[in-house]
Structures are given as structure tokens and as C-alpha cells.
Nanobody, 117 residues
Framework: QVQLVESGGGLVQAGGSLRLSCAAS????????MGWYRQAPGKQRDLVAA???????NYAGSVKGRFTISRDNAKNTVYLQMSSLKSEDTAVYYC???????????WGTGTLVTVSS
């Protein structure tokens, strides 16, 4: 069992920056991929960014060049640095841990990011 706890959300003006953190209760090295998703009101949850155990990253087109995902295996923490924020980035951001093979996928409870225009 792994718990994921997101932090760093809040209210920010358009054009500003925030850094989200996802702290895991156990080693994240055991997971194939760590990711950040977001869900705006009335919309589905979408992948924002992900990073594999080998360090490969991928981003949603809407955040490419503005967001950066990183991981610190020693601290069991994944980060999402968000810059040049737009009102459309407003959402609840969730961290997830995707296992190798058919293991259990874990989710955090989310952190709210509100971007005011």
C-alpha cells in the first residue's frame, strides 16, 4: 500500500507559477511511471505530464513548454513546476503511480489550482 499526498496548489494570477509536490509513503522507484493528471469541473481527468523510472517524460500538448515534471527518488517525491499559468489550467491536480505489469495503480486525493485572469 502506498499513499500519495499532493501539495502546493493554491490561487495564482495568470502568468504566474506554482510548484506541485507529490510525496509517496514508500519508494517510487518500484513504479514504472509517476504522473500528474488534472480534472476541471465537468470535465474528464486528463494526463498532464508523466515521468518514467528511467527519466523519460511526456506532456500534454497544452502544457508543453510551460510545465516541467521531475522526480527525486531519494525523497520519494515527484514535482510539477508550472509556469505561465493560464485560466484554463484551473483544475484539481492528481498524482498517480503506475506500476509495472498488472499491479495496483495508486492515486492521491488531489490539490486544487486556481488561476485567476
Amino acid at each position: 500500500q502506498v499513499q500519495l499526498v499532493e501539495s502546493g496548489g493554491g490561487l495564482v494570477q495568470a502568468g504566474g507559477s506554482l510548484r506541485l509536490s507529490c510525496a509517496a509513503s514508500g519508494s517510487i522507484f518500484r513504479f514504472y511511471r509517476m504522473g500528474w493528471y488534472r480534472q476541471a469541473p465537468g470535465k474528464q481527468r486528463d494526463l498532464v505530464a508523466a515521468i518514467t523510472n528511467g527519466g523519460s517524460t511526456n506532456y500534454a500538448g497544452s502544457v508543453k513548454g510551460r510545465f516541467t515534471i521531475s522526480r527525486d527518488n531519494a525523497k520519494n517525491t515527484v514535482y510539477l513546476q508550472m509556469s505561465s499559468l493560464k485560466s484554463e489550467d484551473t483544475a484539481v491536480y492528481y498524482c498517480d503511480a503506475l506500476p509495472y505489469g498488472l499491479g495496483v495503480e495508486y492515486w492521491g486525493t488531489g490539490t486544487l489550482v486556481t488561476v485567476s485572469s
